[in-house]
Structures are given as structure tokens and as C-alpha cells.
């Protein structure tokens, strides 16, 4: 089925990359230098952890801070997390955000609380999650811990720009969704 077709030697750091079938990366880059390995695999937007299901995707875009367009915000929603990011135990729903920003003249950098109000339908249990960042990406994660259920939540974005000091021109947007547990 996948029989490599080429396994080559590239630089000067021993990195080799193993292909498949019409050139596919498979494996990943493998690096080896000063007896350190490293392996690179596909992103969580690529596919998703062993366990966890994706529900769907939510559009959260907000206006800009900096003078842009509008922030394109997908929200990925994903359940029976089984280890979820935040180290508490499972059950989980987590909702995952990234968005690269491309300008041609500047980088800018963003600062960013994000809060999601959550409910469990089911048992009426309540929580809010607050999850700062800062980064050149409208990139953030937050996980949930409802109990088996049905639940609803409110995600709440407040974007700044990072100009010398953080939350310079905060923008808000506000987007709803649900999930079951």
C-alpha cells in the first residue's frame, strides 16, 4: 500500500524525511543533532488527538483593533476529551481557536481574555473559563468540565491591540453554540 519511494539525506544536521506515494509526508521530519530527536506531526486542525470527537466549527469574527479588516475567527468544537490540555480529568469539551492575521506592511500583536459561560441542560451545573493570551494570532483554547449532559456556552472575545502597552482599542464579539457531553 505504502512502500517509500525515497528516503534521502538533507543537510548537514542528518535531518532525513521519509515520503510515500507521489511525494506525501507520512512520517514527519526527523531530526538528529547532538543525540536530540524531535518529530513533527500533523496539527490539532489536521487531526484532531486520539479520542476526542469534533462537533463542529463556530464562527466568532470580531473587528480588528488594528486599522484592518475584520478578524476571521473559527472556533472548533471537540468532546470526549479524554486528557484534555488543562491536566484536569476528563470528560471535556474544548473549543479551540486560531487565526493567523496576514498584513504586508506590519506583524501586528494582539492581546486577548477570552471567556466562555457555560451550561449543563442536564444537571443545571454552571461555569465560566477564562483564557488570556498574547500573541501575533488570534490563537486560544479553552476547556470545559459540565458532566454528562447537554450543554450550551457563550464565547466572549475582548481583542486589543499590543502597542506598547496591552488591550490598546478593545473590540469585543460574542458567539453561541452547544455540544453534548
Known amino acids: 500500500m505504502g512502500s517509500m519511494l525515497s528516503a534521502g539525506r538533507l543537510g548537514s544536521m542528518?535531518?532525513?524525511t521519509w515520503w510515500v506515494k507521489a511525494g506525501t509526508l507520512?512520517?514527519?521530519v526527523l531530526t538528529a543533532a547532538s543525540g536530540a530527536a524531535a518529530v513533527t506531526a500533523p496539527t490539532a486542525s489536521a487531526a484532531p488527538p486520539s479520542g476526542e470527537r469534533y462537533v463542529g466549527t463556530l464562527r466568532c469574527d470580531s473587528p480588528n483593533p488594528w486599522p484592518m479588516g475584520r478578524l476571521r475567527i473559527p472556533v472548533d468544537v471537540f468532546t470526549d476529551i479524554a486528557h484534555p490540555s488543562d491536566g484536569l480529568p476528563g470528560p471535556a469539551i474544548?473549543?479551540?481557536a486560531s487565526n493567523s492575521v496576514h498584513?504586508?506592511?506590519?506583524?501586528?500583536?494582539f492581546t486577548t481574555l477570552t471567556t466562555v459561560r457555560w451550561r449543563n441542560r442536564d444537571t443545571g451545573r454552571r461555569g465560566v473559563v477564562r483564557v488570556p493570551s498574547r500573541s501575533t494570532r488570534i490563537d486560544w483554547e479553552a476547556v470545559i468540565h459540565p458532566g454528562r449532559g447537554h450543554v450550551t456556552f457563550t464565547v466572549t472575545q475582548k481583542i486589543g491591540?499590543?502597542?506598547f502597552v496591552p488591550m490598546v482599542n478593545p473590540q469585543y464579539s460574542t458567539c453561541r453554540g452547544s455540544a453534548r457531553a
Open 14 to 16: 542528518g535531518t532525513k
Open 94 to 96: 474544548a473549543l479551540k
Open 26 to 28: 507520512v512520517a514527519g
Open 103 to 109: 498584513s504586508i506592511m506590519m506583524s501586528p500583536e
Open 161 to 163: 491591540a499590543m502597542a
